[in-house]
């Protein structure tokens, strides 16, 4: 079964740094796109960033763009968030997922906690 295990997660001031990892496992995730997505308290799960597995092409929510950036490790199936410029509205978890094929991100990890203090 497709296993994600998001760690790296914390809390750090404002305009720090943060990397988050997702560990993949349970297929060989050759196409795969991988992405990252939070969610804030009294708010909707939003996209982050995304990228495709072998191909390793980010894209970016406005929101983090030149800030955030994906990558990846095919050998170690595993994927990173590196967070740079941290603000306070960037407070949320993070979680890891998987689109298998096109489509929908359709498997998630447990999110792992990000907070920004002002």
């Known amino acids: 079964q497709v296993q994600l295990v998001e760690s790296g997660g914390g809390l750090v001031q404002a305009g720090g740094s943060l990397r988050l990892s997702c560990a993949a496992s349970?297929?060989?995730?050759?196409?795969?796109?991988m992405g990252w997505f939070r969610q804030a308290p009294g708010k909707e799960r939003e996209f982050v960033a995304g990228?495709?597995?072998?191909?390793?092409?980010?894209y970016y929510a406005d929101s983090v763009q030149g800030r955030f950036t994906i990558s990846r490790d095919n050998a170690k199936n595993m994927v990173y968030l590196q967070m740079n410029t941290l603000k306070p509205e960037d407070t949320a978890v993070y979680y890891c997922a998987v689109r298998i094929g096109m489509g929908s991100y359709n498997y998630w990890g447990q999110g792992t906690q990000v907070t920004v203090s002002s």
């Open positions: 990228i495709n597995w072998s191909g390793g092409h980010g």
């Open positions: 349970g297929r060989t995730f050759t196409n795969d796109a």
